[in-house]
């Protein structure tokens, strides 16, 4: 999962989210750029992207080192079912599967001052699922994660179309983008800015997720005690 020091609550909520509704053990891994730094896994120079994730989502499957299915998100997202349900979807024979989003931009102002950008194929990396044994996926190393432009990342110029799968909308519902459903998506993602900054409180499914942040800082009193 992203992770970005100005968004932890966040990634908090975003996994416990995940966490309460698995019916399997999921490993959730924060992709902290300062320790993937040290690793010497990213050696990008430091840019002016809007998260610290921008580009290290893209080591995702070398950092699951596993012919199975690994699984990025953002980490301003809410997870409302069985993330495991992904497992019923994906073909083997695809590279890699996202919700192939098609819009403009509603707010050119998202989170926290951020400036918003409109580039092909956007958001479509806000949500990946990796096939570790695809020959294309083994070949997203850190030295191409580290060395080829944003735009070459983020458009998949690494794949042929072919090798990209569509998933539902619904698994990265681009919250203030589309008009709300009836229910509540798989995957919700605050994309302008969520309930953690004062100034964006007034969204859809905004009291979902302060519900889960509320479960979320009592299961860490709980622990506490």
């Known amino acids: 999962m992203g ?11 975003a996994r416990h989210s995940i966490q309460r509704h698995t019916s399997a053990d999921v490993e959730i891994y924060p992709l902290k750029q300062a320790e993937l730094r040290e690793l010497g896994l990213y050696t990008r120079p430091k840019d002016k992207a809007t998260t610290e994730f921008s580009i290290t989502r893209f080591l995702t499957p070398y950092l699951a080192a596993y012919d199975g299915w690994s699984l990025f998100i953002d980490c301003d997202f809410l997870i409302t079912r069985d993330i495991t349900e992904l497992l019923d979807i994906v073909d083997d024979s695809k590279a890699l599967y996202c919700v192939q989003h098609d819009y403009t931009p509603a707010n050119m102002i998202k989170m926290d001052g951020q400036q918003q950008t409109t580039y092909p ?13 695809h020959p ?9 994660v580290n060395s ?10 690494f794949l042929d179309d072919a090798d990209i799968g569509e998933l539902d909308l619904e698994w990265n519902f681009l919250e203030g983008e589309y ?15 969520g309930p953690w900054f004062e100034e964006w409180q007034d969204v859809d499914f905004g009291d979902e997720w302060r519900a889960e942040r509320d479960m979320y800082m009592a299961s860490v009193a709980k622990a506490a005690e």
Not at 121 to 133: D, E, L, Q, T
Not at 136 to 144: D, F, G, N, S
Not at 180 to 192: A, G, L, R, S
């Open 3 to 13: 992770y970005d020091t100005r968004e932890d609550i966040a990634w908090q909520v």
């Open 121 to 133: 194929r956007k958001n479509w990396s806000s949500c990946m699922a990796f096939n570790g044994a």
């Open 136 to 144: 294309k996926i083994k070949a997203l190393t850190p030295e191409v």
């Open 148 to 157: 080829e432009s944003p735009a070459y990342l983020h458009r998949f110029s």
């Open 179 to 193: 008009k709300k459903p009836d229910q509540i998506p798989m995957c919700v993602h605050y994309t302008n800015g």
